[in-house]
């Protein structure tokens, strides 16, 4: 009788058992999956939306220093201009403001920054330095509007009330509108430090408002005047924002 030899000793010769142990090892100690390969794409840092503005302003200057190089800038400017008005034999000074004539309204723009010879010039200059420091110092945008309005008040009042056939030069009507602006705007804004401040600059610098009164030949009364008129103006407009925080809470307090 023949069949299929089976029993203990018999092996197939085309059975691997080596493959069957390879197996039982992998079940029994499987290996981790393979991480995939990073891309070549780097990945960008992650930032927060505060890194940036706090960086900013890390790099702001104090504003001091901002205040000291607007005011020292704008009184080196006008040395530059005099320099160049001398060496052209003083025909800059034309640009004046001429009253109440066509070519006289060029002044209300170009007349703060020409003086009659170095002497007037030195005589604007450290009272330029301080209030104009000062007024810059409680906020550049702020005191940049108030040097505007000044500028514009000033030229403009003293071309239509000039005398005839004179010319009005120098930067003494800015001057005298930052002193103005200087003592009055603590009343509007109600701000104890300013209105110290219009103490201080009214005790050291108060004797210049003389100079808006006529009487003195060959000095710009007009100019110093609205200048003047000017601060005051500037000081008003530009404290809108605390005379309307002021009456928002008398009407809420009224309210209650």
């Known amino acids: ?4 030899p089976q029993g203990p000793g018999f092996s197939d010769p085309s059975f691997d058992r080596s493959r069957l142990d390879a197996i039982r090892d992998q079940l029994a100690n ?11 794409r780097p990945t960008p840092p992650a930032s927060t939306p505060s890194a940036k503005p706090a960086a900013r302003e890390e790099k702001e200057r104090p504003q001091w220093q901002v205040a000291a190089a607007i005011v020292g800038g704008f009184a080196l400017l006008l040395y530059v201009i005099e320099f160049i008005d001398a060496l ?12 109440l004539t066509l070519n006289g309204l060029w002044g209300i723009l ?5 003086h009659a ?32 309005i000044i500028w514009l008040v000033a030229g403009v009042g003293v071309w239509f009330t000039g005398g005839q056939n004179t010319l009005h030069i120098g930067a003494s009507g800015i001057v005298f509108g930052w002193l103005a602006y200087l ?18 600059v009214f005790l050291i610098y108060g004797s ?5 009164l006529p009487g003195t030949p060959g000095v710009s009364w007009q100019g110093h005047l609205f200048g003047a008129i000017g601060g005051v103006v500037a000081a008003w407009m530009l404290s809108g924002p605390e005379r309307d925080a002021r009456r928002a809470r008398s009407q809420a307090s009224a309210a209650t």
């Open 1 to 4: 009788m023949t069949g299929s």
């Open 30 to 40: 499987p290996r981790p999956a393979t991480p995939p390969a990073p891309t070549s």
């Open 88 to 99: 052209m034999d003083h025909r800059l000074d034309q640009w004046g403001i001429e009253p």
């Open 110 to 114: 170009f007349a703060p920054l020409l």
């Open 117 to 148: 010879n170095w002497e007037h010039l030195a005589a604007n200059t450290l009272p330029l330095l301080v209030l104009g420091f000062l007024v810059m110092l409680s906020g550049i945008g702020r005191g940049l509007a108030a040097t505007g």
């Open 183 to 200: 003592l009055v705007r603590g009343f509007f804004t109600r701000k104890i430090a300013q209105v110290l401040i219009g103490i201080v």
């Open 208 to 212: 210049l408002l003389w100079g808006a």
